[in-house]
């Protein structure tokens, strides 16, 4: 059998670097369509298009995992305000539980942490397996 050890700095699957895929995940949220951002990115329409339905389907799940672990991270945490889109939602508790990991474990970029949360798993196209790690 044979293990390769993923750097937090990638997703599973994936060959862009997970900050270059958090900066469309970002951007997505900020309402930006996905050919805007592919262009900003300097990556291929059909590949950022792709990240985001990926992180889209799972939006729900990864919004509850990470906001769990905010508040586990910082329990003194307060609620994480609702948007009416749920995409968004789930890239503003990454934010947050980024940000309190950073109390806790010290400073690393937002997007590695969630790499490194979820196993690289963030994209997953199969069912979250990190989903009821928390």
Known sequence: MTHVLLAEDCLLRRRDAVAVIGAALAGKAAGHGHRRIAADLRRLAPT???WLRRFAAGAEA?????TVLAHDLDPMLGAIAATPCALADAVEAVACAARAAVGRLG????????????GGRLLSNTNCPWA???
Do not use: C, D, M
């Not at 990864?62 to 990470?66: E, G, L, W």
């Not at 400073?107 to 979820?118: E, L, V, Y």
């Open 48 to 50: 950022v298009r792709n």
């Open 62 to 66: 990864i919004r509850s995992f990470f």
């Open 107 to 118: 400073p690393r970029p937002p997007w590695s942490f969630a790499s490194a949360a979820t």
């Open 132 to 134: 009821n790690a928390a």
